[in-house]
Protein backbone atom coordinates (compact mmCIF):
# COMPACT_ATOMS: atom_id res chain seq x y z
CA UNK A 1 0.00 0.00 0.00
CA UNK A 2 1.47 3.46 -0.24
CA UNK A 3 -0.33 5.82 1.99
CA UNK A 4 -0.82 9.53 0.59
CA UNK A 5 -3.59 10.85 2.75
CA UNK A 6 -1.18 11.81 5.16
CA UNK A 7 -3.33 15.37 5.69
CA UNK A 8 -6.27 13.15 7.10
CA UNK A 9 -4.17 11.57 9.54
CA UNK A 10 -0.29 10.29 9.57
CA UNK A 11 0.77 6.86 11.05
CA UNK A 12 2.13 7.31 14.64
CA UNK A 13 6.14 6.87 14.98
CA UNK A 14 7.32 3.92 16.34
CA UNK A 15 9.86 5.87 18.73
CA UNK A 16 6.44 8.08 20.00
CA UNK A 17 4.33 4.94 20.40
CA UNK A 18 6.74 3.09 22.25
CA UNK A 19 6.64 5.81 24.90
CA UNK A 20 3.23 6.09 24.91
CA UNK A 21 2.78 2.40 25.99
CA UNK A 22 4.74 2.67 28.82
CA UNK A 23 1.90 4.66 30.09
CA UNK A 24 -0.77 2.13 28.67
CA UNK A 25 0.30 -0.54 30.55
CA UNK A 26 3.22 0.25 33.13
CA UNK A 27 2.81 3.99 34.61
CA UNK A 28 -0.84 3.86 33.90
CA UNK A 29 -1.75 5.59 37.06
CA UNK A 30 -4.43 8.69 37.45
CA UNK A 31 -2.30 11.60 37.57
CA UNK A 32 -4.79 13.46 39.74
CA UNK A 33 -4.28 10.19 42.56
CA UNK A 34 -1.59 11.27 45.23
CA UNK A 35 0.14 8.00 45.49
CA UNK A 36 3.77 7.59 44.03
CA UNK A 37 2.15 6.16 40.78
CA UNK A 38 -0.13 9.33 40.24
CA UNK A 39 2.42 11.44 40.70
CA UNK A 40 4.75 10.16 38.33
CA UNK A 41 2.24 10.47 35.25
CA UNK A 42 1.75 13.86 36.89
CA UNK A 43 5.30 14.47 35.85
CA UNK A 44 4.95 13.13 32.82
CA UNK A 45 2.58 15.34 31.84
CA UNK A 46 3.86 18.07 32.66
CA UNK A 47 7.22 17.11 30.89
CA UNK A 48 4.78 17.05 27.89
CA UNK A 49 3.39 20.11 28.37
CA UNK A 50 7.17 21.62 28.66
CA UNK A 51 7.77 19.95 25.35
CA UNK A 52 4.65 21.51 23.59
CA UNK A 53 5.50 25.11 24.84
CA UNK A 54 8.59 24.98 23.83
CA UNK A 55 8.07 23.74 20.21
CA UNK A 56 5.83 26.92 20.25
CA UNK A 57 7.66 29.15 21.47
CA UNK A 58 4.74 29.84 24.29
CA UNK A 59 4.79 28.82 28.04
CA UNK A 60 3.68 25.38 29.90
CA UNK A 61 1.10 27.56 31.79
CA UNK A 62 -0.15 28.40 28.70
CA UNK A 63 -1.01 24.79 27.05
CA UNK A 64 -3.95 23.28 27.90
CA UNK A 65 -4.76 19.29 26.51
CA UNK A 66 -8.03 18.88 24.59
CA UNK A 67 -9.26 15.79 22.76
CA UNK A 68 -8.24 17.46 19.23
CA UNK A 69 -8.74 20.15 16.65
CA UNK A 70 -12.22 20.45 16.60
CA UNK A 71 -12.49 20.51 20.36
CA UNK A 72 -10.61 23.23 20.57
CA UNK A 73 -11.78 25.32 17.58
CA UNK A 74 -14.99 25.06 18.92
CA UNK A 75 -14.45 25.78 22.54
CA UNK A 76 -12.30 28.92 21.52
CA UNK A 77 -15.45 30.22 18.92
CA UNK A 78 -18.74 29.47 21.66
CA UNK A 79 -17.16 31.44 24.09
CA UNK A 80 -18.14 34.75 21.93
CA UNK A 81 -21.60 35.55 23.67
CA UNK A 82 -22.32 38.76 21.84
CA UNK A 83 -20.75 41.25 19.26
CA UNK A 84 -19.26 40.35 16.12
CA UNK A 85 -16.96 37.40 14.52
CA UNK A 86 -14.66 37.41 11.77
CA UNK A 87 -13.71 34.31 10.17
CA UNK A 88 -12.75 33.16 6.37
CA UNK A 89 -14.45 31.56 4.07
CA UNK A 90 -11.70 28.12 3.74
CA UNK A 91 -11.81 27.17 7.72
CA UNK A 92 -12.49 23.62 8.82
CA UNK A 93 -16.17 22.86 9.75
CA UNK A 94 -15.13 22.29 12.98
CA UNK A 95 -14.91 26.71 12.76
CA UNK A 96 -17.99 27.16 10.13
CA UNK A 97 -20.01 25.29 11.94
CA UNK A 98 -19.50 26.32 15.11
CA UNK A 99 -19.89 30.34 13.66
CA UNK A 100 -23.23 28.89 11.95
CA UNK A 101 -24.10 28.14 15.46
CA UNK A 102 -23.10 31.83 16.89
CA UNK A 103 -25.08 33.05 14.13
CA UNK A 104 -28.74 31.31 15.51
CA UNK A 105 -27.78 33.06 18.79
CA UNK A 106 -27.71 35.91 17.34
CA UNK A 107 -24.56 36.96 16.69
CA UNK A 108 -22.97 38.44 13.88
CA UNK A 109 -20.01 36.74 11.65
CA UNK A 110 -18.40 38.01 8.78
CA UNK A 111 -16.55 35.41 6.38
CA UNK A 112 -13.65 36.66 4.22
CA UNK A 113 -13.48 36.09 1.04
CA UNK A 114 -9.97 34.30 -0.46
CA UNK A 115 -8.28 34.93 -3.55
CA UNK A 116 -7.97 32.42 -6.26
CA UNK A 117 -5.21 30.72 -4.86
CA UNK A 118 -6.90 30.73 -1.23
CA UNK A 119 -5.41 33.44 0.31
CA UNK A 120 -6.95 36.12 2.87
CA UNK A 121 -5.91 39.55 2.35
CA UNK A 122 -4.73 41.70 5.39
CA UNK A 123 -7.49 44.44 3.61
CA UNK A 124 -10.09 42.38 3.55
CA UNK A 125 -9.60 41.46 7.62
CA UNK A 126 -9.41 45.61 8.77
CA UNK A 127 -12.31 46.20 6.02
CA UNK A 128 -14.21 43.71 7.89
CA UNK A 129 -13.60 45.54 11.85
CA UNK A 130 -16.49 46.76 13.45
CA UNK A 131 -16.63 48.29 16.92
CA UNK A 132 -18.17 45.54 18.29
CA UNK A 133 -15.92 42.74 17.14
CA UNK A 134 -14.70 40.18 19.49
CA UNK A 135 -12.89 37.66 17.63
CA UNK A 136 -10.87 36.93 14.68
CA UNK A 137 -10.44 33.16 13.63
CA UNK A 138 -8.15 32.55 10.65
CA UNK A 139 -6.55 29.31 10.14
CA UNK A 140 -2.79 29.05 9.62
CA UNK A 141 -2.84 26.73 6.45
CA UNK A 142 -5.28 25.22 4.87
CA UNK A 143 -6.05 21.48 5.09
CA UNK A 144 -6.72 20.67 1.68
CA UNK A 145 -4.81 22.87 -0.63
CA UNK A 146 -1.96 23.92 2.00
CA UNK A 147 -2.03 27.63 1.35
CA UNK A 148 -0.78 29.37 4.05
CA UNK A 149 -2.37 32.34 5.56
CA UNK A 150 -0.49 35.96 6.47
CA UNK A 151 -1.18 35.17 10.12
CA UNK A 152 1.68 37.45 11.54
CA UNK A 153 0.31 40.44 9.48
CA UNK A 154 -3.15 39.69 10.72
CA UNK A 155 -1.87 39.42 14.33
CA UNK A 156 -0.07 42.46 13.84
CA UNK A 157 -2.72 44.62 12.67
CA UNK A 158 -4.95 42.76 15.42
CA UNK A 159 -2.73 43.42 18.45
CA UNK A 160 -3.46 47.07 17.50
CA UNK A 161 -7.11 46.76 17.83
CA UNK A 162 -7.05 44.74 20.89
CA UNK A 163 -9.06 41.95 18.55
CA UNK A 164 -8.86 38.64 19.83
CA UNK A 165 -6.93 36.45 17.61
CA UNK A 166 -7.14 32.66 17.23
CA UNK A 167 -5.43 30.33 14.29
CA UNK A 168 -6.53 27.08 13.83
CA UNK A 169 -2.87 25.25 13.35
CA UNK A 170 -3.89 21.86 12.95
CA UNK A 171 -2.45 21.40 9.57
CA UNK A 172 0.62 23.16 10.36
CA UNK A 173 2.20 22.39 13.82
CA UNK A 174 4.80 20.31 13.13
CA UNK A 175 5.25 20.85 9.63
CA UNK A 176 6.12 24.55 9.45
CA UNK A 177 7.78 26.54 12.33
CA UNK A 178 5.19 27.83 14.40
CA UNK A 179 5.86 30.52 17.12
CA UNK A 180 3.03 31.87 18.76
CA UNK A 181 4.38 35.30 19.46
CA UNK A 182 5.24 35.98 16.13
CA UNK A 183 1.98 35.34 14.62
CA UNK A 184 0.88 37.48 17.34
CA UNK A 185 -1.99 35.04 18.11
CA UNK A 186 -3.82 34.89 21.68
CA UNK A 187 -5.16 31.65 20.74
CA UNK A 188 -3.74 28.55 18.65
CA UNK A 189 -5.49 25.25 18.10
CA UNK A 190 -3.38 21.62 16.86
CA UNK A 191 -3.99 18.12 17.08
CA UNK A 192 -1.12 15.25 17.83
CA UNK A 193 -2.38 12.79 14.64
CA UNK A 194 -1.16 15.46 12.11
CA UNK A 195 1.88 15.43 13.02
CA UNK A 196 3.14 11.19 13.99
CA UNK A 197 1.17 11.65 17.38
CA UNK A 198 -1.71 9.47 18.27
CA UNK A 199 -5.69 10.47 17.77
CA UNK A 200 -7.77 11.62 20.56
CA UNK A 201 -5.43 14.49 22.29
CA UNK A 202 -4.98 17.58 20.98
CA UNK A 203 -3.62 21.19 21.79
CA UNK A 204 -5.14 24.47 22.58
CA UNK A 205 -2.32 27.44 23.44
CA UNK A 206 -4.31 30.54 25.40
CA UNK A 207 -2.00 33.38 25.63
CA UNK A 208 -1.58 34.20 29.57
CA UNK A 209 -4.75 36.66 30.45
CA UNK A 210 -7.36 35.21 28.11
CA UNK A 211 -10.27 33.98 29.61
CA UNK A 212 -12.31 30.70 28.47
CA UNK A 213 -14.85 29.76 30.01
CA UNK A 214 -14.90 26.15 31.19
CA UNK A 215 -15.48 23.29 28.45
CA UNK A 216 -16.97 21.26 30.79
CA UNK A 217 -17.68 20.99 34.48
CA UNK A 218 -15.37 18.77 36.99
CA UNK A 219 -12.13 19.15 39.28
CA UNK A 220 -8.88 20.97 38.67
CA UNK A 221 -7.35 19.06 35.38
CA UNK A 222 -5.58 21.01 33.00
CA UNK A 223 -6.44 24.47 35.33
CA UNK A 224 -10.00 23.65 35.36
CA UNK A 225 -10.86 24.37 31.91
CA UNK A 226 -10.75 21.30 31.08
CA UNK A 227 -11.45 19.18 33.66
CA UNK A 228 -11.78 14.67 33.42
CA UNK A 229 -9.48 12.52 33.80
CA UNK A 230 -6.52 13.24 31.73
CA UNK A 231 -5.74 10.97 28.54
CA UNK A 232 -1.68 10.58 30.19
CA UNK A 233 -0.49 8.22 27.08
CA UNK A 234 -1.45 10.56 24.47
CA UNK A 235 -0.66 13.79 25.95
CA UNK A 236 3.15 11.99 26.69
CA UNK A 237 3.07 10.76 23.29
CA UNK A 238 1.58 14.13 21.95
CA UNK A 239 5.55 15.63 23.67
CA UNK A 240 7.16 13.02 22.27
CA UNK A 241 5.95 13.64 18.61
CA UNK A 242 5.77 17.19 18.47
CA UNK A 243 9.16 17.24 19.88
CA UNK A 244 10.00 14.71 17.15
CA UNK A 245 8.62 16.45 14.30
CA UNK A 246 10.89 20.46 15.14
CA UNK A 247 13.76 18.01 15.21
CA UNK A 248 13.27 16.57 11.65
CA UNK A 249 11.34 19.52 10.72
CA UNK A 250 13.86 20.90 8.55
CA UNK A 251 15.14 17.84 6.68
CA UNK A 252 11.04 17.18 5.95
CA UNK A 253 10.25 19.84 4.08
CA UNK A 254 13.01 19.32 2.08
CA UNK A 255 11.56 16.08 1.25
CA UNK A 256 8.09 16.77 1.51
CA UNK A 257 9.03 20.06 -0.94
CA UNK A 258 10.40 17.30 -3.31
CA UNK A 259 7.87 15.01 -3.59
CA UNK A 260 4.80 17.34 -4.26
CA UNK A 261 7.04 18.90 -6.71
CA UNK A 262 7.65 15.53 -8.65
CA UNK A 263 4.00 14.95 -8.14
CA UNK A 264 3.01 18.41 -10.06
CA UNK A 265 5.53 17.98 -12.55
CA UNK A 266 4.42 14.05 -13.63
CA UNK A 267 0.93 15.12 -13.62
CA UNK A 268 1.29 18.19 -15.86
CA UNK A 269 3.48 16.07 -18.32
CA UNK A 270 1.08 13.30 -18.61
CA UNK A 271 -2.43 15.23 -17.90
CA UNK A 272 -1.87 18.70 -19.11
CA UNK A 273 -5.12 19.63 -18.80
CA UNK A 274 -5.35 18.99 -15.05
CA UNK A 275 -5.21 22.02 -13.02
CA UNK A 276 -3.30 22.17 -9.49
CA UNK A 277 -5.40 24.08 -6.75
CA UNK A 278 -3.60 26.57 -4.04
CA UNK A 279 -0.71 28.76 -3.68
CA UNK A 280 2.25 26.52 -5.41
CA UNK A 281 4.70 28.81 -3.80
CA UNK A 282 3.44 29.22 -0.31
CA UNK A 283 1.99 26.21 0.81
CA UNK A 284 2.36 23.45 3.10
CA UNK A 285 5.47 20.91 1.90
CA UNK A 286 3.79 17.67 1.07
CA UNK A 287 0.36 18.84 -0.27
CA UNK A 288 -1.10 18.83 -3.73
CA UNK A 289 -4.76 19.05 -4.97
CA UNK A 290 -5.28 18.87 -8.32
CA UNK A 291 -8.29 19.05 -10.78
CA UNK A 292 -9.36 17.12 -13.82
CA UNK A 293 -11.52 17.97 -16.81
CA UNK A 294 -14.58 15.20 -17.65
CA UNK A 295 -13.85 13.14 -14.23
CA UNK A 296 -14.45 12.87 -10.58
CA UNK A 297 -12.32 12.91 -7.86
CA UNK A 298 -14.48 10.18 -6.31
CA UNK A 299 -14.21 7.93 -9.34
CA UNK A 300 -9.95 8.79 -9.24
CA UNK A 301 -9.89 7.90 -6.02
CA UNK A 302 -11.80 4.64 -6.07
CA UNK A 303 -9.64 3.47 -8.59
CA UNK A 304 -6.11 4.86 -6.90
CA UNK A 305 -7.36 2.78 -3.45
CA UNK A 306 -8.23 -0.50 -5.70
CA UNK A 307 -4.69 -0.20 -7.21
CA UNK A 308 -3.41 -0.21 -3.12
CA UNK A 309 -3.19 3.94 -3.09
CA UNK A 310 -4.96 5.88 -0.45
CA UNK A 311 -5.52 9.26 -1.26
CA UNK A 312 -8.54 11.96 -0.78
CA UNK A 313 -10.92 14.08 -2.55
CA UNK A 314 -11.30 16.57 0.47
CA UNK A 315 -10.97 17.05 4.08
CA UNK A 316 -11.37 13.67 6.03
CA UNK A 317 -13.92 15.12 8.03
CA UNK A 318 -16.28 15.77 5.36
CA UNK A 319 -15.63 12.89 2.61
CA UNK A 320 -19.15 11.08 3.16
CA UNK A 321 -20.83 14.45 2.21
CA UNK A 322 -21.92 14.71 -1.21
CA UNK A 323 -21.25 18.56 -1.73
CA UNK A 324 -18.16 19.88 -3.35
CA UNK A 325 -15.72 21.13 -1.80
CA UNK A 326 -16.36 24.70 0.49
CA UNK A 327 -12.83 25.32 -0.29
CA UNK A 328 -12.43 24.94 -3.64
CA UNK A 329 -15.52 26.69 -4.47
CA UNK A 330 -14.38 29.47 -2.56
CA UNK A 331 -11.08 29.86 -5.09
CA UNK A 332 -13.80 30.75 -7.94
CA UNK A 333 -13.63 26.90 -9.47
CA UNK A 334 -17.03 25.79 -11.17
CA UNK A 335 -18.71 22.76 -9.38
CA UNK A 336 -17.42 20.69 -11.71
CA UNK A 337 -14.19 21.22 -11.21
CA UNK A 338 -14.20 21.02 -7.41
CA UNK A 339 -15.68 17.66 -7.77
CA UNK A 340 -13.36 16.52 -9.88
CA UNK A 341 -10.18 17.09 -7.24
CA UNK A 342 -8.35 14.96 -5.58
CA UNK A 343 -5.65 15.77 -2.79
CA UNK A 344 -2.35 13.87 -2.18
CA UNK A 345 -0.79 14.60 0.91
CA UNK A 346 3.03 12.99 1.42
CA UNK A 347 4.46 12.31 4.60
CA UNK A 348 7.07 11.32 6.93
CA UNK A 349 7.10 7.25 5.34
CA UNK A 350 7.18 8.46 1.76
CA UNK A 351 9.80 8.15 -1.06
CA UNK A 352 10.24 9.51 -4.62
CA UNK A 353 9.69 5.87 -5.65
CA UNK A 354 5.88 6.26 -4.97
CA UNK A 355 5.40 9.57 -6.98
CA UNK A 356 6.23 7.57 -9.95
CA UNK A 357 3.76 4.59 -9.28
CA UNK A 358 1.33 7.32 -7.88
CA UNK A 359 1.04 9.58 -11.01
CA UNK A 360 1.14 6.91 -13.55
CA UNK A 361 -1.50 4.91 -11.80
CA UNK A 362 -3.58 8.60 -11.75
CA UNK A 363 -2.76 8.87 -15.63
CA UNK A 364 -3.88 5.34 -16.57
CA UNK A 365 -7.08 5.79 -14.34
CA UNK A 366 -7.94 9.00 -15.87
CA UNK A 367 -7.68 7.08 -19.39
CA UNK A 368 -9.69 4.69 -18.16
CA UNK A 369 -12.38 6.50 -16.49
CA UNK A 370 -12.59 8.88 -19.61
CA UNK A 371 -12.38 6.42 -22.24
CA UNK A 372 -15.79 4.54 -20.23
CA UNK A 373 -17.50 7.65 -20.65
CA UNK A 374 -17.08 7.81 -24.50
Not at 9 to 37: C, P, W
Request: glycine letters at 8%; one cysteine or more; charged letters at 20%.
Amino acid sequence: MIYADNAATTRISDSVLKQMLVFLQEQYGNASSQHSLGVKTKRAIERARRQVATAIGAEPSEIVFTSGGSEGNSWVLSSVNDGHVITSSIEHHSVLNTCRSLECKGIDVTYLPVDSKGRVSLDSVEKAFRSDTKLVSIMLANNEIGTIQPIAEIGECLRQRGILFHSDAVQAVGHIPVVVNDLGVDLLTASSHKFHGPKGTGILYKRHGVSLPPLIFGGQQESGVRPGTQNVAGIVATGYAIEESITNMAAMTAKLSALAQATTDGIRARLPGAVINGDEDNRLPGIVNVSFNGVTGESLMHWLDLKGICVSTSSACTSANDEPSHVLMALGLTEQQARSAIRISYGRYNNIDEVETIVATLSNAYDKILSAKI
